[in-house]
């Protein structure tokens, strides 16, 4: 468990890096089809379903791969 830790906590550090440095290379991530936005005068709301399933699929792969 401590090394799964670890490495998600790199991982992060990895994600945040690029975000930072290269913010244009994650421009699409949150505006996928099926992300569903309601914009009003008042407030906004954004769901990001799509976006959401598709880090479901990553971490889910990554946790098996790493079990192995």
């Given at each position: 468990m401590g090394r799964f830790l670890v490495l998600a906590g790199l991982i992060l550090i990895i994600i945040g890096i690029i975000w930072q440095w290269a913010p244009g290379?994650?421009?699409w991530f949150g505006?996928?089809?099926?992300d569903i936005?309601?914009?009003t005068e008042r407030s906004r709301i954004y769901i990001p379903v799509?976006?959401?399933l598709?880090?479901?699929?990553?971490?889910?792969l990554l946790v098996n791969?790493?079990?192995?």
């Open positions: 290379l994650l421009h505006r996928l089809p099926g936005r309601i914009e799509v976006s959401m598709l880090v479901s699929i990553v971490l889910t791969i790493l079990k192995r």
